[in-house]
C-alpha cells in the first residue's frame, strides 16, 4: 500500500507545519541542554522562563491577530467568548506542567533518552483520542502505535548482557567480564551525569511519567477546543486564550514557592537574559504557535510520530554536540520506531473535525462569520461521509 500523502497533509501549508513543528521541538532539547551548568542544573529560575515564554507567545498572538483586526476587536472577541477561556484553563495548566517537568527531565536524561521516553504517551494519546473524538483507529493505526511503544521500550534492554551470557566459558571470564560490564553501565547510565538507561524506579521515573500524562491530556483535549468546542474561534484569539491562562498558572507556582516577587529581581533576571536562555524563550514560543496549528489543522495522532520522528535527528545531533554516543539499544529503538512511523503513513488518521484544510495563514485569520459559513460546508460534508 502506498503512503496516502494528501491524508497526511491536506496543503503544503501542513507540511512546513509538520516540519516546523519537528525542528523546533529538536532545537529545545539541545538549547535547554547546552544552557546547563557543568552539574546538569540550572542558572537562573526554569518556572520564569516558562512564565516570560508564556508572555512572549501572548505578544506574538496579540500582534498577529492585529495585522488584520483592530485590538479593540480582540478585547470585544475575549469577551465574547470567555466561556472557552475558562475551557482552556485545563490544557494551560496542563501545558504548565509539562513546560516545567521539561526542565527538570532534560537535568536528568540526556536528550535522545528523554524523547524516547517521551513515546509512552502514544497508545494513552490513541485511546484518548477515540473516546473524545468517538473516531476508533483501524488495525492497522493500532500495530503502528503499539509499535512505536515497544520502539521505546527497546531503549531499556542491555545488550551487552546478553552478548556476555552467551559467550561464558569460564567463572574468572565472567567475573572479568562482569567488572567490564559494570564499568560499561555506569558509562551507558551517566554520560554527563546524564540518565542514558531509561527507567530507574526513581522519582526521575515518577517525573518522566507524569510529564507523559500532562502531554497526553493536554494534546487531546486542546485539539478537541481547537475543532469542536472553539471551533469558530480565530485561532489567534484561542492562543490569547490559553497564554492568558498559562501565565495565571505559572504565575501560582511562582506564588506557592514564594518566588513570585524575587523570580523578576535584577540578578534573576540577569541570569536570564544571556543568549543561551533567550534562544529557549523565542524557541518554546514558536513551539507553542505552532503546536496550536499543528492540532488545529492535522491531529494529536500526527503530533506523536511528529514527536517519535524528531528521535533520529537528536540523537545524531547530541553525538556530535555533546558527544553523547548511539548505543545498540538506541539504535535499534530508533529503527523501530521509523518502521511503526512508515507503517502510519500508509493509513493516516484524519480528524479535521467542523475546520477546513489550511491552504495559507490568512484562512487562520478569516472573520467568524466567513469561518461560521465554512464550517456549516464542513460539517455537512462529514454527515454524508457517515451516511
Given at each position: 500500500m502506498s503512503t496516502n500523502w494528501r491524508e497526511l497533509f491536506p496543503t503544503k501549508l501542513t507540511f512546513v507545519i509538520f516540519l516546523l513543528y519537528m525542528s523546533l521541538f529538536i532545537g529545545q532539547g539541545i538549547f535547554v541542554t547546552a544552557s546547563q551548568e557543568s552539574n546538569n542544573s540550572y542558572g537562573y529560575n526554569t518556572v520564569t522562563v516558562v512564565l516570560l515564554t508564556e508572555v512572549f507567545k501572548l505578544i506574538v498572538s496579540?500582534?498577529?491577530?492585529?495585522?488584520?483586526?483592530?485590538?479593540?476587536?480582540?478585547?470585544?472577541?475575549?469577551?465574547?467568548?470567555?466561556?472557552?477561556?475558562?475551557?482552556?484553563?485545563?490544557?494551560?495548566?496542563l501545558y504548565c506542567l509539562y513546560n516545567n517537568l521539561a526542565f527538570v527531565n532534560l537535568a536528568t536524561f540526556d536528550p535522545t533518552t528523554y524523547y524516547l521516553l517521551l513515546q509512552l504517551r502514544v497508545v494513552v494519546t490513541g485511546i484518548?483520542?477515540?473516546?473524545?473524538?468517538?473516531?476508533?483507529?483501524?488495525?492497522?493505526?493500532?500495530?503502528?502505535?503499539?509499535?512505536?511503544?515497544?520502539?521505546?521500550?527497546?531503549?531499556?534492554?542491555?545488550?551487552?548482557?546478553?552478548?556476555?551470557?552467551?559467550?561464558?566459558?569460564?567463572?574468572s571470564a565472567a567475573i572479568q567480564q562482569q567488572h567490564s560490564l559494570n564499568r560499561t553501565a555506569i558509562n551507558k547510565a551517566e554520560v554527563h551525569g546524564k540518565n542514558m538507561s531509561g527507567f530507574d524506579f526513581s522519582l526521575s521515573a515518577v517525573f518522566i511519567l507524569a510529564q507523559t500524562i500532562c502531554s497526553c491530556l493536554a494534546g487531546v483535549y486542546n485539539e478537541y477546543l481547537?475543532?469542536?468546542?472553539?471551533?469558530?474561534?480565530?485561532?489567534?484569539?484561542?492562543?490569547?486564550?490559553?497564554?492568558?491562562?498559562?501565565?495565571?498558572?505559572?504565575?501560582?507556582?511562582?506564588?506557592?514557592?514564594?518566588?513570585?516577587?524575587?523570580?523578576?529581581?535584577?540578578?534573576?533576571?540577569?541570569?536570564?537574559?544571556?543568549?543561551?536562555?533567550?534562544?529557549?524563550i523565542v524557541n518554546n514560543a514558536a513551539i507553542g504557535i505552532v503546536t496550536s496549528f499543528f492540532l488545529k489543522y492535522m491531529n494529536s495522532i500526527l503530533k506523536t510520530f511528529a514527536s517519535?520522528?524528531?528521535?533520529?535527528?537528536?540523537?545524531?545531533?547530541?553525538?556530535?554536540?555533546?558527544?553523547?554516543?548511539?548505543?545498540?539499544?538506541?539504535?535499534?529503538?530508533?529503527?523501530?520506531?521509523?518502521?511503526?512511523?512508515?507503517?502510519?503513513?500508509q493509513s493516516p488518521v484524519v480528524n479535521l473535525g467542523k475546520v477546513r484544510p489550511l491552504a495559507n495563514l490568512s484562512d487562520a485569520s478569516a472573520k467568524s462569520t466567513d469561518k461560521r459559513k465554512l464550517l456549516d460546508e464542513e460539517a455537512a460534508e462529514s454527515d454524508l461521509d457517515m451516511v
Open positions: 496579540t500582534c498577529l491577530y492585529c495585522r488584520d483586526h483592530s485590538l479593540r476587536s480582540l478585547v470585544r472577541d475575549v469577551h465574547k467568548d470567555r466561556n472557552v477561556l475558562a475551557l482552556y484553563m485545563v490544557p494551560a495548566f484518548l483520542f477515540q473516546i473524545i473524538f468517538k473516531k476508533y483507529l483501524s488495525q492497522r493505526q493500532w500495530i503502528s502505535l503499539i509499535l512505536l511503544t515497544l520502539g521505546c521500550m527497546m531503549k531499556q534492554i542491555d545488550f551487552g548482557s546478553f552478548y556476555s551470557d552467551a559467550n561464558d566459558d569460564s567463572e481547537l475543532k469542536d468546542k472553539g471551533a469558530d474561534v480565530n485561532i489567534f484569539v484561542q492562543n490569547v486564550f490559553m497564554y492568558l491562562d498559562s501565565i495565571v498558572c505559572n504565575a501560582a507556582i511562582l506564588l506557592l514557592r514564594g518566588e513570585l516577587l524575587d523570580a523578576f529581581s535584577p540578578q534573576n533576571l540577569g541570569s536570564i537574559m544571556r543568549f543561551s536562555v533567550l534562544i529557549i517519535a520522528l524528531e528521535l533520529l535527528f537528536t540523537a545524531v545531533l547530541c553525538y556530535f554536540l555533546f558527544s553523547i554516543p548511539i548505543y545498540m539499544n538506541t539504535a535499534l529503538a530508533i529503527a523501530v520506531v521509523s518502521y511503526a512511523i512508515y507503517l502510519y503513513t
